[in-house]
């Protein structure tokens, strides 16, 4: 089997390193790619959807992210314990009529020892934005290291 580190038992560090390569993965829009993190029988809650397993998953995905356009996420740490990561995140993302918005929430992740993300529990909320009130800025892809987190920017 496939390990992804860094592996739990998480310390602070690894945790804040599992969650930028996570937030990494899903900034590139690809669900090839960020399905690849996920066990073959993942379970999610997300929003109103409950996908099972990785193909499920890839399909979310794709319709994911061709309604939320030129999206660009932020995850911080929340907290820790074991083989579990509470994390924090907001998105910006606008849809097809040029309505921007920023999305918060919260996850709740459970790996695997091998690292790979058996459970993700996910709540969110969407926020109506004007373009004016945007903060991430960067190129679409990884958000540059440079760039302020969550707690920077008061989200």
């Known amino acids: 089997m496939d390990t992804k580190p860094p592996l739990p038992p998480f310390t602070q ?5 599992k969650i930028r390569l ?3 993965a899903w900034n590139t829009r690809d669900p090839m790619r960020v ?4 066990t073959e029988d993942t379970r999610w809650r997300n929003r109103a959807e409950f996908p099972v397993g990785r193909e499920q998953v890839r399909q979310f995905l794709e319709r994911k992210w061709a309604r939320e356009l030129d999206y660009r996420l932020i995850k911080e740490l929340w907290a820790f314990s074991g083989a579990r990561i509470a994390v924090r995140f907001a998105y910006e993302w606008h849809d097809d009529s040029g309505q921007w918005f920023r999305s918060y929430g919260n996850e709740n992740w459970e790996f695997t020892p091998e690292g790979l993300m058996a459970r993700r529990f996910a709540s969110i909320n969407d926020l109506p934005i004007r373009d004016a009130e945007r903060k ?7 958000r540059p290291d440079e760039h302020p987190g969550l707690s920077e920017l008061g989200l």
């Not at 991430?136 to 990884?142: E, I, Y």
């Open 13 to 17: 560090e690894t945790a804040v390193q």
């Open 22 to 24: 996570a937030e990494d």
């Open 35 to 38: 399905v690849q993190v996920y």
């Open 136 to 142: 991430f800025h960067w190129p679409l892809g990884r």
